[in-house]
């Protein structure tokens, strides 16, 4: 049962029993017991019973996951008749509770050092890998097509920090708007070993920057508060800190990173600047030169050759050198397979799968695998997919996932944002019933009309630049620098396998 399905005053009482039990100190006095005894409504029994059990598993030392917590408390809600929160409802209350309070709860007065420290003007990491602070920006230059040369507009930055050493982790470049799997790609990208991504762009030089983080800070974008995003967090064993509303101070080591970025691209032609002053009369539309894949190795270029290298005005030393030395501190986790991480971090959605397959975003998926799965009544299934390229999507089984593709496999390789452009035209022309046919016909029509149009409209050149290039293979796509071949549509962006991330 989801929290929607719960009535409003018994979702209010529980959260009011929960507000009363976490206020609490360890040995409360006689006087806040009292208190609490007439907030609650109940006696001193059922008091220290409820505390107990509110005490007992998340306010303890055992500092247990959202995904475990939420499971325990689920289980206490089904014994004792009660209707169980969703695991979204349940981290947005624990984001309003008092974490330090809960930290002294759990490790007790002096026991331990917390993993990061924030005053009214700073946030501090302990160590390496305890904070990696995320964001997105729009990039401050315009790309070109690298068949056309022609501009189709500026990149989305997304980007990671690791706060305590000032180590840029990995980004991610795109043509779309911030979303969740560019934050998945870009995380991906923090945790790996970037030997071979390195090696795959011409670049001989280290990033030694990797691992999973102990704590992921991030805003409050919608994309950071997915539910899918939260559920991968816990999964790996990352607690996910939002910045609080209106303090700005909290995002401060990402801010200043994402500013350094954009000040190197203000060196390239097609820059925008950062105000109307600075870029004069220079028209950044016909100064570009730049291809997505030729800003994405600058950026790369930019960190491993010039910013881990110079020294750091807060640190007094290069980011490279402090991540050196203090790496040894930490026990480094890093995803068994880097595959499996990413495919963990992309948006999700739950289907029953039916007689005919798996239907997602109005097309049938099927695998010859999922014949063993068929008859288990309506329990849905997590199925995972990668939005620029719906192709295939990845259906968790157990531990692990098989790939399912389209049961047409005729049907072309096509983004997300296609299919929803498809569904907005079908339905403004007066077509309520729409089935996969239809969907597809009206795409293909659509990118004919994008390819008459690409030398004379930016818009339709960003639009046919966005598109998936083929069918993606047995293993998951990221974007990659490969030469367009002549056959290809012109604008795609290429792809590789990410095999090319492992070391």
């Not at 559920?231 to 500013?259: K, N, S």
Request: proline residues 7%; positive net charge.
């Amino acid at each position: 049962m989801d929290i929607g399905d719960i009535d409003p005053n018994e979702w209010a009482a529980a959260q009011r029993r929960a507000e009363v039990l976490s206020k609490l100190p360890e040995r409360p006095s006689g006087e806040q017991i009292r208190d609490a005894m007439a907030a609650l409504g109940v006696g001193r029994t059922t008091l220290f019973r409820w505390l107990k059990r509110f005490r007992e598993f998340y306010a303890t030392r055992r500092r247990p996951t959202l995904t475990r917590f939420w499971a325990e408390v689920a289980a206490d809600c089904r014994r004792q008749g009660f209707p169980v929160p969703s695991i979204r409802r349940l981290r947005r209350w624990l984001d309003r509770q008092d974490e330090a309070e809960l930290l002294r709860q759990r490790e007790g007065k002096g026991k331990s050092e917390p993993v990061f420290l924030a005053t009214p003007g700073t946030l501090e990491a302990t160590a390496p890998l305890a904070i990696v602070q995320m964001d997105h920006t729009k990039v401050d230059v315009t790309v070109v097509d690298p068949i056309t040369r022609l501009p189709i507009g500026r990149p989305t930055l997304t980007l990671a920090i690791d706060v305590a050493t000032r180590m840029a982790m990995g980004f991610h470049l795109s043509l779309d708007p911030p979303s969740l799997a560019a934050v998945a790609l870009c995380l991906t990208h923090a945790v790996m070993d970037k030997t071979r991504w390195l090696a795959a762009r011409g670049i001989e030089a280290e990033w030694p920057a990797r691992g999973i983080p102990r704590i992921i800070h991030v805003d409050n974008g919608a994309e950071f508060h997915a539910l899918a995003f939260e559920r991968a967090c816990a999964e790996h064993g990352v607690d996910l800190v939002y910045r609080p509303p209106g303090t700005p101070r909290f995002g401060g080591h990402i801010e200043r990173l994402i500013g350094t970025m954009m000040g190197a691209v203000h060196l390239i032609p097609g820059s925008h600047f950062s105000n109307i002053r600075e870029r004069g009369d220079l028209d950044p539309e016909r100064q570009a030169v730049m291809t997505l894949r030729e800003l994405e190795t600058y950026f790369a270029l930019e960190i491993v050759g010039a910013y881990q290298a110079r020294i750091h005005k807060a640190l007094g030393a290069p980011p490279a050198a402090v991540w050196r030395a203090r790496i040894g501190e930490v026990a480094v986790r890093m995803p068994s397979d880097v595959r499996r991480f990413l495919i963990d971090f992309l948006p999700a959605e739950q289907r029953v799968l039916q007689r005919d397959g798996l239907h997602l975003h109005h097309i049938r998926y099927w695998s010859d695998e999922l014949r063993w799965h068929m008859g288990r009544g309506p329990e849905k299934l997590t199925v995972k997919y990668d939005p620029r390229d719906l192709s295939v999507v990845f259906v968790r089984v157990g531990e692990g996932y098989l790939e399912a593709r389209p049961a047409d496999r005729t049907r072309p390789s096509i983004a997300l944002w296609e299919q929803r452009a498809a569904l907005r035209a079908l339905r403004e022309a007066g077509r309520r019933a729409v089935d996969e046919e239809l969907i597809f016909s009206t795409i293909l029509a659509q990118r004919a009309l994008v390819d008459e149009a690409v030398r004379t409209t930016k818009a339709m050149r960003r639009d046919a630049a966005r598109r998936p290039s083929s069918s993606l293979p047995k293993t998951i796509q990221v974007p990659q620098a490969a030469e367009p071949r002549a056959a290809d549509p012109p604008l795609v962006l290429p792809y590789f396998e990410v095999e090319e991330w492992d070391d």
